[in-house]
């Protein structure tokens, strides 16, 4: 039987191996949530993408997900994206491997015209006509591996303070990650509100509401930099 949310955040609060901040996050929802649980089963409740998570899971995959969402969107405070880096440092690195084994399959076709290398590696290895095709498959599979150059999973904002109010580099960031989520795995639509209430429970003290979420999410022109700025400054009683 599928868990209430309550129980899921209860069950999630009961590792011991959360991190302090985990914790913390994970008891202002508890304080906090109850007040929306109609936003948790409409999540719930909507069409779960194929192959991303069940419905029986939603809860625990919803609360896992946001955790690591606001993790990254602190380091994102420093107006540099860990996660990229990382994931271009990957990207290189297998490249890199790429073209080194393209490398050695092209020295077994060149050393293919020498009779008596050919002989030595046909005696204590393979034969070089096996070596040269097994790197050149390699150096395909490094590439596929690599993939296309990475982008960035998340806004990086250039100005992090604004009327006053700082933070708000990994509001937008987190933002991004939620909506991003929620279009990636549980509907094909956004969902400002619960959006909203989510940074409110990772980020207390900005007091967002959905408006401010659709216009933090508008295209990144001029303007719209302006007016999400003025949106997010501006706290709400």
């Given at each position: ?5 309550q129980?899921?955040l209860?069950a999630?609060l009961a ?9 913390a996050?994970?008891?202002?929802w508890?304080s906090e949530?109850h007040r929306?649980?109609a936003?948790w089963?409409?999540l719930s ?8 998570f069940?419905?029986?899971s ?8 946001v955790?690591f969402m ?7 405070q420093?107006?540099?994206?860990f996660?990229?880096r990382?994931?271009q440092?990957?990207?290189?690195r297998?490249?890199?491997l790429?073209?080194k084994?393209e490398?050695?399959a ?11 290398i050919v ?6 290895f393979?034969?070089?006509s096996?070596?040269e095709?097994?790197?050149r498959?390699?150096?395909e599979i490094l590439?596929?591996?690599?993939g296309?150059?990475?982008?960035s999973s ?9 009327k006053?109010?700082?933070g708000?580099?990994k ?5 991004d990650l939620?909506?991003?989520?929620i279009r990636d ?10 959006i ?9 003290g900005?007091?967002l509401i959905?408006?401010d979420?659709?216009?933090?999410l508008?295209?990144t ?5 302006k ?5 997010l ?5």
């Amino acid at each position: 039987m599928p868990w209430t949310f309550q129980q899921a955040l209860a069950a999630t609060l009961a590792d011991p191996k959360l991190t302090q901040a985990d914790r913390a996050h994970l008891e202002r929802w508890v304080s906090e949530g109850h007040r929306h649980d109609a936003i948790w089963s409409r999540l719930s409740a909507a069409r779960v993408i194929p192959g991303k998570f069940t419905r029986e899971s939603a809860y625990e995959e919803i609360i896992t997900e946001v955790l690591f969402m606001r993790q990254i969107a602190e380091s994102a405070q420093s107006g540099i994206d860990f996660n990229l880096r990382e994931r271009q440092q990957y990207h290189e690195r297998h490249l890199d491997l790429a073209k080194k084994t393209e490398e050695l399959a092209e020295y077994y076709k060149w050393v293919a015209k020498y009779s008596g290398i050919v002989e030595f590696f046909n005696r204590f290895f393979k034969p070089v006509s096996e070596l040269e095709e097994f790197h050149r498959k390699e150096a395909e599979i490094l590439r596929k591996r690599a993939g296309r150059p990475p982008r960035s999973s998340l806004r990086i904002s250039r100005q992090d303070r604004s009327k006053g109010r700082t933070g708000l580099r990994k509001i937008n960031a987190f933002i991004d990650l939620a909506d991003n989520f929620i279009r990636d795995c549980i509907r094909a639509y956004p969902d400002h509100e619960a959006i909203a209430v989510l940074t409110n429970i990772a980020f207390p003290g900005y007091h967002l509401i959905a408006d401010d979420v659709r216009k933090a999410l508008r295209p990144t022109t001029r303007e719209g930099r302006k007016k999400a700025s003025r949106a997010l400054s501006a706290e709400k009683s």
